[in-house]
């Protein structure tokens, strides 16, 4: 599909990766490009149409959908990372949390604007997952296991709705340079190469894009070396 001309509603859209997305999408020619947040009123990007959505919230899903049923595209970037370890005591509340906007926000937006997608010639839906959607890492346990399920279900949705002639896209980058991973010590990649090499496989109509060297790494050896990530898990039993 090409971006100019196109309809777009990207969630998450005040900041970092999401403010990113839209200000590519303008330079591409995007025709209309709506810009949510759970506050309107912080998207300060010039040319968008802003709209209130909390992505955890029925009434705003819907309001959306109401609003914005002219969508060729839509882009589930909104995410939250609380992190922590499996077993930390408040893990079962973080992960849920996390779920709430990583797993069920994308599942119940991507169901309620399949039908407008349908109606407006078939479009995209473009899934912001990570790398951890392939493994774990034990700081970030519970954030690990929702972007598992997110990938889960794009790869379920992409099934269902190709019979519409949507294509559902994952995305899949490490580390990005935005306030999210502000205290990672690690290197990380420019929200502009995330996003531009989104769109580029948007155009290409692929379903999968790794959106940095750290990805492409992962999701090439892990299949093959899983004892380079997990050596004691991996090792053969005595």
């Known amino acids: 599909m090409k971006i100019a001309g196109s309809v777009v509603l990207v969630t998450g859209a005040n900041r970092g990766l999401g403010a990113e997305y839209v200000r590519q999408l303008l330079d591409r020619g995007a025709s209309k490009v ?3 947040a759970r506050k309107p009123e912080t998207i300060t990007t010039p040319g968008v149409v802003p709209i209130k959505l909390d992505v955890t919230n029925a009434n705003d899903i819907a309001a959306a959908v109401e609003q ?3 969508i060729t595209m839509l882009i589930n970037n909104a995410g939250v990372v609380i992190g922590g370890r499996i077993m930390a005591d408040h893990a079962l509340e973080n992960a849920k949390a996390e779920f709430e906007t990583n ?3 994308p599942f119940n ?3 309620s604007f399949a039908p407008a997608l349908a109606a407006n010639g078939g479009g995209v839906i473009v899934n912001v997952l990570s790398a ?3 493994l774990s890492m034990k700081e970030v346990a519970t954030y690990a296991m929702s972007k598992s399920a997110a990938w889960s279900m794009t790869n379920g949705l992409r099934l269902e709705l190709a019979r519409q002639g949507t294509l559902v896209v994952a995305v899949h980058p490490a580390f990005i340079d935005t306030d999210m991973a502000a205290g990672v010590d690690m290197p990380k990649t420019s929200p502009h ?3 531009e090499r989104t769109l580029d496989g948007v155009e ?8 940095d060297d750290t990805s492409v790494f992962v999701k090439n050896s892990l299949p ?3 004892e380079t990530f997990y050596p004691k898990v991996a090792a053969p039993r005595p």
């Open 34 to 36: 709506y810009a949510a």
């Open 68 to 70: 914005c049923g002219d």
């Open 103 to 105: 797993v069920w926000g």
């Open 109 to 111: 937006l991507s169901k």
């Open 132 to 134: 951890v959607s392939w």
């Open 193 to 195: 190469q995330v996003v």
């Open 204 to 211: 290409q109509g692929v379903p999968e894009v790794l959106a």
């Open 224 to 226: 093959k070396h899983i």
